[in-house]
């Protein structure tokens, strides 16, 4: 165990001195800065997430200085939502706060959202939006949650804008029997999981990891926690109630890091231009729509971090000790409810999957295709 902490001081060393030597060079090093932000640990501290998420964001400097402008609260039609949401978030912030700090960035969150709401009429407040933007609140302070708020909801969260989502495997039948649906997983996608995690610790280590991938990265993550769980799945009795609550009350104790590798294989294996193809089959969209899909899909530019990590990982994939949802993949059935799986997670891409990978092309253009 000595020696564990002892190898650990290590890494988090290596690593802070990676991120820092990224951030000094000109231009900055971005594709460092994602595998950074994907291996082992993330990001490490807040003090260094203030750095680095703008740059996974692609956020102009000169963006990062800007005041926030005052908001007008009573003229946004959205304003008695948001306040009666950000009233009900006690939880999020940290225990034995005190009220008069909690209550000041509640005024925060409230003005963060109604300006990202101004100044794009073409966003809709939902509720759960809140839950991210705390996150960002207290991770980067108000100035910056700003920015990378509107950033990200003009980019990663407008895939969720359109999108269905949907599980199936050869034990998601089950599932299906139980008449469930996807409900459960619902305020995990539109959250970015910060909602039904207790501990901030695991909340901004998904952060890490979300924002530096495909804005679709949250529903493989989603998918490897519904895989990981099977056995108690498969355990619960063919009851609509019953699989609901189970599947709804997601474990705090996941092994995080293993999940993480594993949505990373599962996106380099079944990545969006293939899932495109297959729901192209289901839903009989046009072939012109995914030729276009699949033409752009095949630049996903920030997810190269993910085949480089998958090449160096020793062995392959099939005989990988942490990756056992990949493993299962090679007989042909198996391959298959794998394959549907990840399928089912997408469907309905059409225009809203087209905009999904044009923005992820616009994160960082100067990044080279993978090889």
């Given at each position: 165990m000595v020696f564990s902490l002892v190898d650990w001081g290590t890494k988090r060393k290596r690593k802070t001195a990676d991120i820092t030597q990224a951030l000094s060079v000109d231009p900055v090093d971005v594709a460092t800065l994602r595998r950074m932000a994907i291996s082992e640990g993330g990001l490490l501290t807040d003090e260094i997430r203030c750095q680095v998420w703008p740059r996974l964001l692609n956020v102009p400097p000169n963006l990062l200085d800007q005041e926030p402008e005052k908001v007008e609260r009573e003229d946004n039609k959205d304003y008695n939502q948001v306040l009666l949401d950000v009233q009900r978030s006690l939880r999020r912030f940290p225990p034995g706060m005190p009220d008069e700090q909690r209550e000041g960035l509640q005024e925060e969150l409230i003005d963060i959202i109604l300006r990202v709401l101004k100044r794009n009429p073409q966003l809709h407040y939902y509720q759960g939006y809140h839950d991210i933007v705390v996150t960002f609140l207290l991770v980067v302070g108000e100035r910056l949650a700003?920015?990378?708020?509107?950033?990200?909801?003009?980019?990663?969260?407008?895939?969720?804008?359109h999108l269905r989502v949907f599980f199936y495997n050869n034990f998601i039948v089950i599932i299906f029997r139980a008449e469930v649906g996807t409900v459960f997983a619902l305020s995990w996608l539109i959250t970015w999981f910060g909602h039904v995690l207790s501990d901030f610790r695991h909340v901004v280590r998904l952060y890490d990891f979300f924002l530096a991938c495909h804005p679709l990265m949250p529903i493989y993550f989603a998918a490897v926690i519904v895989l990981y769980r099977e056995e108690e799945v498969l355990e619960c009795e063919c009851d609509m109630a019953m699989v609901h609550h189970l599947l709804s009350q997601i474990p705090q104790d996941l092994p995080y890091e293993t999940l993480i590798s594993r949505a990373g294989d599962l996106f380099v294996q079944f990545p969006p231009s293939e899932l495109a193809r297959e729901a192209a089959a289901h839903e009989s969209m046009a072939a012109s729509t995914f030729k276009d899909f699949e033409l752009a899909s095949t630049q996903q530019r920030p997810d190269s971090v993910l085949r480089r990590r998958r090449r160096q990982k020793p062995g392959a994939p099939e005989s990988?000790?942490?990756?056992p949802v990949v493993a299962v993949a090679q007989p042909s059935t198996a391959r298959r409810f794998v394959r549907l799986a990840v399928m089912?997670?997408?469907v309905a891409l059409g225009a809203a999957a087209l905009a999904v990978v044009n923005t992820a092309l616009e994160w960082a253009p100067k990044l080279d295709l993978f090889p």
């Open positions: 700003t920015v990378l708020v509107e950033k990200l909801s003009t980019h990663h969260l407008s895939a969720f804008r990988s000790a942490v990756s089912g997670l997408t």
